[in-house]
């Protein structure tokens, strides 16, 4: 396997094929803010006005001037007289002097003069209209200031920021109830293989269902892009030049599950060769399972050939495709990803240079959590159903030792 | 706040409410497998027929009997007649004798009468009609045998497991197209509060936006369930009754955002008494924030009374509200959810006893990954905008010190 010679180590790969990408003009939808969930926003926004909007007590309690209290302590309370009670959701109708209080609930709003609120357990009502404050308070205590979460034009999300259940209320609390977001990245998924027929269709002998196509769209789909399906391309260099251009031509980026064949990867590196500048990048990953892949860039979008074996398609894709659709999705920058840590129960043999994805399950032991790997021939998809996620045996190991640590990205 | 003196442990809690919810008849619905990601699967399924349906070859090279090949090697190559080549997405026309061999490309259906394949390199092809061979190869070497993924009636799918793109694949690839799914929990939500107004309403003096009502919305349907809003209730107890009964009518189960004062929790611990046996079961969690929640079950269905305050009722939603979704929803048990471990770049104060959950940013740093706590007033929904995660503080840890490991929560 000639092409192979030369294997890629993966994260020069990612960055080869991410550096190779034109800066683009970004797509942008203008969505409801309640329907934003997971969208990226396409630009920075700021605040239209000041979080909360007026001083909010946080306790249950009194309103005061804070230097009324001062002093105050259970052996010598001071003695403020009641002048009212802040409405919940209005104004009050009267404003604070020296010497005064007014019962106030969690959230209400504070009465003009008031610069502070004594918590109801720190007072006694001793006669009708008058409070026993039992506590001093200092000037803000228990008290929300106007603009103390978002002072107007302070920036309240950046451009390229993922929509989270806490933006959302961000951005509602301040009346800000529609946005622009990035579109979601349209990837184009074709399916090489003259075995391959529909999963609806009756398989004869010698052939086998595309599943490929559709276990690609559900990573899109989990990872914020749109799939587009380009169906199942016979082995012929004609109809494979012309489906993946017409997949690049409406798509933001294709990907190809050839029949892992030498021939078929062959013909796959060689329509992506066709499509434009500067077409393949890559040749070859050092990567168990998947060393079959290509990733190239042809005038300005990325084109993934992957190999046709599920699994390693799936690996694959969760290497290269993701971070792709990411980046194509106007994600500002990778979070760091949740992994688990735990530790082998069996040994794993790798290559030295190699990085290695092993389907494990996962046992909750009392010496913490187990990664038990599933030995398999690569081919096996119900390998990657019985496993929870994915061991990464990193390429500067040589295997790692049953009981070592390893990482493991749920799937 | 006589109502918090016997605050209840989060587990403990959470136990109390999973544990006094009856068995339910779920609902179940037909869905097609390609629009099945993420949901529930409502039985087990077993496999109609066998994975792969016919010996494959998993490499390119030549179909033979693998005896044929016993005691080949580089200095003493073995010969055989060449006697065609196995179709793509076909079964071979012939069969294969004592002392043949076969082209055959990886996918390929092996003929019959060959048990093995011996890869093209350890080949080379001297004359026509002649195939040397220079390595021994044993019977089943480099073939996947009909069924050694899965067999006929072998089980392909546990009720209770979510479908990912691995089960999406696995199903496809045995013809099945459509399976009953659990219906997904349906959430009514409520807020209550007399200074409420919806996002898109104007706020006067001493009102503020109701956010609690879709940051909640966001986060149920981020853990696969079906957000029904309720509006905003005024704090009135015929109110709040009439619109928790039509919500515990029409959903599966409901959550409430109260008003934080006293009076309000109050109001809305009465009305889910007035539901239903047995009530209310958990009044005060020994969580920060979140203390004043309240978790019940109403003739068999689960209500929670969420803090008002914004941070407080996601990360409560998200210790009680998420389990709740997953057990309603049918998923068999929690898999290990991914964490990330990481030092704490500053000290955080706790109460022995006391679950705390500090909004962090996470910093990458030449010593791994840091969280920096955001100290905050617990009211500022921006503060957790502002954060990648939740560190949870322990409830056996007295705080944390800088430098401390802290398990993180992506939000």
Known sequence: MPEFLQLCPAGEALARLLNSLPARPARVERVQVTQALGRV????LVSPEALPAFDRSTVDGYALRARDSYGASETLPCYLALVGEAPMGRAPQFALGPGQAALIHTGGMLPEGADAVVMLEYTQSARPGELEVLRAVAPGENVLLCGEDVEPGQEILAAGARLRPAEIGGLLALGVTALDVLARPRAAILSSGDELVAPTARAGAGQVRDINSYTLAALVEEHGGLAQHYGIIPDQADALD?????ALDECDLAVITAGSSASTRDLTAAAIARMGQPGV???GVNVKPGKPTILGVCAGKPVIGLPGNPVSALVIARLFLVPLLRRLGGLADAPPAARLRARLSASVPSQAGRDDYVPVRLLDTDAGLSAEPIFYKSNLIFTLARAAGLAHIPAD??????GDWVEVELI
């Open 281 to 283: 990048l890559v040749h």
């Open 397 to 402: 190991a040589t295997g790692l030792a049953a």
């Open 41 to 44: 926003s396409a630009a920075r």
């Open 242 to 246: 012309a489906a993946l251009r017409r």
